[in-house]
């Protein structure tokens, strides 16, 4: 059962806890970020939602107490500063920092262009990195600490074919972000959670993804566009209750690193630990077997 925001906040001495957490929310146009936004203004919190075209959003039950719209486009470091200047200036403070922005690029490695490959880096990826930079910035000078989510995917941990290089922008988030994990001090209270959906039925494998332009004739075994039209509004997992574990994990005492979300997700990541540690039993004696002799 998920918590609400009242029986997270028990202490009512607590001033941290009672008072409404400011969430600011990349990629709020649909799917999860839509959902997410919901979410927290069910729960009597406050929201910046940012889109590169903000003037697009729209949600009901916000005013001006509780709501800010805000473009931001992740791949340009001025307009991340701006929206964090604007949510400042709005409510004060931010205390969850949700980096959903991003999309899905499918494909045969051999099919794709640079282009879409360092697309694909530098919104999954470096876009993500430069909100989190500034997100750690605010929270740190605040003195308030905060929560950090970084969407990845089960694609984070497993290795998808036909989706080589989102897998790689998804895996270079989880190494940064417990690396970053870290190096922050404990007094800081900056915790981060990468959130690592299965499949939800989002726009994500519909008109948001991106397919190779020109298919290397030497795939003739694989359909990266057909396989996705065929899954598009068949996944398991309903948006809304994923929302609703982001929120549940970010008003936590103490947030996991990870989380998977999603049946097909958490069946996933199982299989992946036993076969890793069967892997790492196996081949024991090799890799202890290589310190210098005294």
Same mark, same amino acid.
């Given at each position: 059962?998920?918590?609400?925001?009242?029986?997270?906040?028990?202490?009512?001495?607590?001033?941290?806890?009672?008072?409404?957490?400011?969430?600011?929310?990349?990629?709020?146009?649909?799917?999860?970020?839509?959902?997410?936004?919901?979410?927290?203004?069910?729960?009597?919190?406050?929201?910046?939602?940012?889109?590169?075209?903000?003037?697009?959003?729209?949600?009901?039950?916000?005013?001006?107490?509780?709501?800010?719209?805000?473009?931001?486009?992740?791949?340009?470091?001025?307009?991340?500063?701006?929206?964090?200047?604007?949510?400042?200036?709005?409510?004060?403070?931010?205390?969850?920092?949700?980096?959903?922005?991003?999309?899905?690029?499918?494909?045969?490695?051999?099919?794709?262009?640079?282009?879409?490959?360092?697309?694909?880096?530098?919104?999954?990826?470096?876009?993500?990195?430069?909100?989190?930079?500034?997100?750690?910035?605010?929270?740190?000078?605040?003195?308030?600490?905060?929560?950090?989510?970084?969407?990845? =995917?089960? @694609?984070?941990?497993? !290795?998808?074919? $036909?989706?080589?290089? &989102?897998? /790689?922008? #998804?895996?270079?988030?989880?190494?940064?972000?417990?690396?970053?994990?870290?190096?922050?001090?404990?007094?800081?209270?900056?915790?981060?959670?990468?959130?690592?959906?299965?499949?939800?039925?989002?726009?994500?494998?519909?008109?948001?993804?991106?397919?190779?332009?020109?298919?290397?004739?030497?795939?003739?075994?694989?359909?990266?566009?057909? =396989?996705? @039209?065929?899954?598009? !509004?068949?996944? $398991?997992?309903?948006? &809304?209750? /994923?929302? #609703?574990?982001?929120?549940?994990?970010?008003?936590?005492?103490?947030?996991?690193?990870?989380?998977?979300?999603?049946?097909?997700?958490?069946?996933?990541?199982?299989?992946?630990?036993?076969?890793?540690?069967?892997?790492?039993?196996?081949?024991?004696?090799?890799?202890?077997?290589?310190?210098?002799?005294?």
């Amino acid at each position: 059962m998920f918590l609400t925001a009242a029986k997270q906040r028990q202490d009512p001495n607590d001033e941290s806890k009672a008072a409404p957490r400011v969430f600011l929310i990349t990629g709020t146009s649909t799917g999860f970020g839509a959902e997410l936004v919901k979410v927290v203004l069910s729960n009597g919190d406050r929201v910046v939602a940012t889109a590169r075209n903000s003037s697009k959003l729209s949600f009901d039950g916000t005013d001006d107490s509780n709501y800010l719209a805000v473009d931001l486009d992740v791949t340009k470091k001025e307009s991340i500063n701006a929206a964090f200047d604007a949510a400042l200036k709005k409510f004060g403070s931010v205390d969850v920092v949700v980096n959903n922005a991003g999309y899905g690029l499918a494909g045969e490695f051999e099919s794709l262009s640079d282009e879409q490959i360092r697309t694909q880096m530098e919104i999954n990826f470096f876009g993500l990195v430069d909100v989190t930079r500034r997100a750690m910035e605010v929270m740190r000078e605040s003195g308030r600490g905060g929560v950090i989510q970084q969407i990845t =995917s089960i @694609g984070g941990q497993i !290795g998808v074919p $036909a989706f080589s290089i &989102y897998c /790689a922008s #998804k895996w270079a988030v989880e190494g940064f972000t417990e690396a970053v994990s870290k190096e922050v001090k404990p007094e800081w209270n900056i915790r981060f959670t990468c959130i690592e959906p299965g499949g939800f039925r989002t726009d994500w494998a519909g008109r948001s993804m991106d397919f190779a332009a020109d298919k290397n004739p030497a795939y003739d075994h694989m359909d990266a566009k057909k =396989s996705m @039209g065929e899954r598009h !509004g068949t996944q $398991a997992g309903d948006p &809304y209750k /994923a929302a #609703k574990a982001w929120y549940q994990l970010a008003v936590m005492p103490d947030p996991p690193l990870r989380c998977v979300v999603g049946t097909d997700a958490y069946k996933t990541i199982k299989k992946k630990l036993e076969e890793y540690g069967d892997n790492v039993k196996r081949f024991e004696e090799l890799s202890n077997g290589t310190d210098v002799d005294e």
